[in-house]
């Protein structure tokens, strides 16, 4: 009974992960990640996003996955960090697009993602989205430090 009901998950989990968003078929990524955060903020944290250097579009599953990430790390510091503030910087670079997300929250331990359960899967899901385009997953976060999240795509990227 357990098996079948892992498997039912890994079956969702993998239903969700193909999803496109409707978002993006109606503007860029920069405008996605901003509307995205500001509607899961929605004035209960502060919410501040930038973006620098040449915005452009990037190949569709790029913009998704990053988008998807962009998502799951505002969720995760309004539900679990108990942020005041929430940072969202998209930053297109020559070669590669560059997402950080930071917050003022109250961190946890990174090294021991996942361990307990469905506690932090968002993490390995953010990470194994990255990787899936060909991009590099960082997480920086200590106990009353705050968390920051940095995705790094090279904009070449076809997943």
């Known amino acids: 009974m357990r098996k079948q009901v892992e498997e039912y998950i890994r079956e969702a989990r993998q239903s969700i992960w193909n999803l496109r968003s409707s978002i993006l078929e109606r503007c ?3 405008t996605a990640l901003r509307q995205t955060g500001e509607r899961a903020a929605d004035n209960a944290v502060a919410f501040d996003f930038s973006v620098s250097g040449d915005s452009r579009r990037c190949a569709s599953v790029v913009e998704e996955q990053v988008l998807r990430i962009g998502q799951e790390a505002v969720t995760n510091a309004i539900r679990h960090a108990q942020a005041h503030r929430i940072r969202m910087e998209l930053c297109y670079g020559d070669a590669n697009v560059t997402l950080r997300v930071s917050d003022d929250g109250r961190g946890f331990d990174p090294a021991g993602a996942g361990d307990n359960g469905t506690d ?24 009353g430090q705050g968390t920051l999240i940095e995705t790094v795509v090279p904009l070449s990227s076809h997943g």
């Open 28 to 30: 860029d990524l920069a």
């Open 120 to 143: 932090h899967w968002g993490v390995m899901s953010m990470k194994e989205r990255a990787e899936t385009v060909g991009g590099i997953f960082r997480i920086s976060s200590a106990d």
